[in-house]
């Protein structure tokens, strides 16, 4: 679980789907923060009346309140003047030391969907910790996360991201289920005949099988497939997808790759990023490799 968890809220709801889901995410012991983030006097009309930026200031304030009343949750609260809800969110995480940023979706995606609008989106590429997006509407039907996903092959990253999983899952029981993506890059496509492809895809699925059952107290298996698409589709047997970075960036920042930026579009459920080379939330509270 996190120890120090900031969550972007909004006044819509989208931001309290964010508090439902970081409130099972946080630890008991644990610190939340909820986070309105407004232009402030940043916007050029509001520098000429000073009235407008307390008004915006109260308004922000009162929102807050309104959100931690109706969420019925202990957190501090916390207004941000920024340009973009992202960046405000993305600045305050590392002012704070934050191990975890929780946003909702955008308004526009797809029902039951995890999707980030493209200007948090942008701010958050680079964010210092790890960022989950609740699924729309699950404010609505707060369950418990009985069954945690991981996107496995391997790579340092999917094993941190592994890690993570087994984490969430300790304090409730909870089942951690792993899928692992083969395929053929298409440059081995050419001159080879069907038979011979085919072939090929059954001893891959046959060794990826293989290394998932020897995963101890995980529910793995392998697919053949194209990884965002078939990662999404995973979404619907699990509470909430856990994923590594694998985008080239610095160390300890979060960079979506191809397929987190496919997921943070298309998951079915709630998605958990996690930057490079982190492997737990204490990690990020102690600062160790």
């Not at 996190?2 to 099972?24: C, T, Y």
């Not at 890690?163 to 440059?187: D, F, K």
């Not at 050419?190 to 011979?196: E, F, K």
């Amino acid at each position: 679980m996190f120890k120090n968890v900031l969550v972007g809220v909004d006044g819509r709801p989208n931001g309290r789907d964010a508090i439902a889901l970081a409130s099972q995410l946080t630890d008991p012991d644990g610190k939340l923060t909820l986070a309105h983030v407004h232009s402030g006097d940043l916007r050029p009309s509001h520098a000429i009346a000073p009235g407008l930026v307390r008004e915006e200031r109260e308004d922000s304030h009162k929102l807050l309140e309104r959100e931690r009343v109706a969420a019925n949750v202990k957190a501090d609260l916390l207004s941000i003047v920024s340009m973009s809800p992202g960046r405000g969110l993305h600045e305050q995480a590392e002012e704070q030391n934050a191990d975890l940023i929780v946003v909702g979706s955008c308004s526009h995606g797809a029902f039951g969907r995890a999707m980030l609008g493209d200007d948090t989106r942008a701010a958050l590429n680079g964010a210092p910790c790890v960022v989950t997006i609740a699924s729309r509407g699950y404010a609505e039907h707060p369950t418990s996360i009985a069954k945690v996903g991981v996107a496995y092959n391997a790579s340092p990253e999917s094993k941190a991201a592994l890690a993570l999983a087994r984490e969430l899952a300790a304090p409730t029981g909870a089942t951690v289920h792993a899928l692992e993506i083969v395929s053929i890059p298409t440059y081995v496509y050419g001159g080879l005949v069907a038979p011979t492809i085919g072939g090929m895809i059954e001893e891959m699925l046959k060794e990826a099988n293989g290394r998932m059952q020897e995963l101890p107290d995980v529910e793995g298996h392998a697919v053949y497939g194209l990884a965002g698409e078939e990662l999404a589709a995973f979404g619907d047997q699990v509470d909430i997808l856990v994923v590594g970075s694998r985008g080239y960036g610095p160390v300890k920042r979060l960079v979506l790759g191809s397929t987190s930026d496919y997921l943070q579009r298309h998951a079915r459920c709630s998605l958990l990023v996690l930057p490079r080379a982190a492997a737990s939330p204490a990690e990020h509270v102690t600062g160790q490799a």
